[in-house]
T-cell receptor, first 114, second 114 residues
Framework: EAGVTQFPSHSVIEKGQTVTLRCDPI?????LYWYRRVMGKEIKFLLH????????ESGMPNNRFLAERTGGTYSTLKVQPAELEDSGVYFC????????????FGPGTRLTVT | AQKVTQAQTEISVVEKEDVTLDCVYE???????LFWYKQPPSGELVFLIR??????QNEISGRYSWNFQKSTSSFNFTITASQVVDSAVYFC???????????FGPGTRLSVLP
């Protein structure tokens, strides 16, 4: 069974540009999460989808970030316009079930904003 | 609020030494889960262990062992006879039974020198 996949693995963009990160969860997992680790700090929660609905987006830093999960399958996280402080590693995770203590993480996308 | 503290930012040891990574957590939940993840240089998050709050038995898996002390809110991780391949960033994480997202510590970077 394929794990959580993320694309691209690395993205380098200039300040002000737009970037879209993609996450494909494990097939059948209703729960999808986005996290990010900025500049050696802790990994922080961004948001949580249950199927196509946003269950919790309390961790989204500002309105430059837009997450979607059309059809309840893959998810995209768009940053527009990107700022220098957005640089970091963006992780996606998925899980199955209501309690969902087991989250499977993807390899992450390293975003560098110059 | 939930919080995870990993006081050691970086640790360097020589191969074959034992090393303990500290993790202290804060939560008001009476039931919760604790985790350790490894992030090798390749970037992905590798699950190491999950511990339920009502199970204080220590666990050993090969060269890895975990010491859960509920009285001191600590969940320390020991690597015995460290190897170069153990070099990575290690994250301790907490998840409430009712909440869906993880709260991660800032990570400890372990360097094992040959």
């Amino acid at each position: 069974e394929a794990g959580v996949t993320q694309f691209p693995s690395h993205s380098v963009i200039e300040k002000g540009q737009t970037v879209t990160l993609r996450c494909d969860p494990i097939s059948g997992h209703d729960n999808l999460y986005w996290y990010r680790r900025v500049m050696g700090k802790e990994i922080k929660f961004l948001l949580h989808f249950v199927k196509e609905s946003k269950q919790d987006e309390s961790g989204m830093p500002n309105n430059r970030f837009l997450a979607e999960r059309t059809g309840g399958t893959y998810s995209t996280l768009k940053v527009q316009p990107a700022e220098l402080e957005d640089s970091g590693v963006y992780f996606c995770a998925s899980s199955q079930g209501l309690e969902a203590y087991e989250q499977y993480f993807g390899p992450g996308t390293r975003l560098t904003v110059t | 609020a939930q919080k995870v503290t990993q006081a050691q930012t970086e640790i360097s040891v020589v191969e074959k030494e034992d090393v303990t990574l500290d993790c202290v957590y804060e939560t008001r939940d009476t039931t919760y889960y604790l985790f350790w993840y490894k992030q090798p240089p390749s970037g992905e998050l590798v699950f190491l262990i999950r511990r339920n709050s009502f199970d204080e038995q220590n666990e050993i898996s090969g060269r890895y062992s975990w010491n859960f002390q509920k009285s001191t809110s600590s969940f320390n991780f020991t690597i015995t006879a460290s190897q170069v391949v153990d070099s990575a960033v290690y994250f301790c994480a907490l998840k409430g039974i009712y909440g869906q997202n993880f709260v991660f510590g800032p990570g400890t970077r372990l360097s094992v020198l040959p």
